[in-house]
């Protein structure tokens, strides 16, 4: 149980362009996902935190106009990233937590590269 | 502010031998802890996690944890290790009143030697 997917596993695009990475808890209702980056060799850095059917609370320093994040329903969570640039490109995690459990359960993660 | 240290990044074992990975946090409440592990280009995988009771915590693939509050540690270790546990170890604090939110540590890469 608890398994959480991710789409794309990779995807490439161009400068100027945005993308959308879909985030599905498969099994069980995801009242909160979580959306990280990870550069490389590096840890996971939070960049928001979605409740379903609410706006999503955005950590220090994230632009929310550009990492537009919508929790529609409680098995999917979308993160665009908007008018991508190279310093874009990095390891895009989500994860989401059912009920009042605190552990969080993590997708396999997006490669994002842009040209 | 809560914070957690994973003082090696980096820890070469042999198959075999057994591991142990630090983990240190700072926290003014007890915290929830967890530790994942990650092979290169997945996702993290729960292996176990701290809530309340025990101290002594079992996960999976053989590997456990302590709690100790006295020395703010929850130190991961693995009696003997195999080949297939070489990967990038991460800890992480969590706290009730944080909506869930998790602050990882660093990571400690562990690679086995044959």
């Known amino acids: 149980g608890a398994v959480v997917s991710q789409h794309p596993s990779r995807v490439i695009c161009k400068s100027g362009t945005s993308v959308k990475i879909e985030c599905r808890s498969l099994?069980?209702?995801?009242?909160?996902m979580f959306w990280y980056r990870q550069f490389p060799k590096q840890s996971l850095m939070l960049m928001a935190t979605?409740?379903?059917?609410?706006?999503?609370?955005?950590e220090q320093g994230v632009e929310k106009d550009k990492f537009l994040i919508n929790h529609a329903s409680l098995t999917l969570s979308t993160l665009t990233v908007t008018s991508a640039h190279p310093e874009d490109s990095s390891f895009y995690i989500c994860s989401a937590r059912g009920g009042l459990a605190p552990e969080q359960f993590f997708g396999p993660g997006t490669r994002l590269t842009v040209l | 502010a809560q914070s957690v240290t994973q003082p090696d990044i980096h820890i070469t074992v042999s198959e075999g031998a057994s591991l142990e990975l630090r983990c240190n946090y700072s926290?003014?409440?007890?915290?929830?802890l967890f530790w994942y592990v990650q092979s290169p280009g997945q996702g993290l995988q729960l292996l176990l996690k701290?809530?309340?009771?025990?101290?002594l915590v079992q996960g999976i693939k053989g590997f456990e944890a302590e709690f100790k509050r006295s020395q703010s540690s929850f130190n991961l270790r693995k009696p003997s290790v195999h080949w297939s546990d070489a990967a990038e170890y991460f800890c992480a604090v969590g706290a009730a009143d944080s909506w869930g939110k998790l602050q990882f540590g660093a990571g400690t890469q562990v690679v086995v030697t044959p």
């Open positions: 099994d069980f209702q995801a009242t909160t």
């Open positions: 926290y003014g409440a007890t915290p929830y």
């Open positions: 701290y809530f309340s009771g025990d101290t």
């Open positions: 979605s409740n379903e059917g609410s706006k999503a609370t955005y």
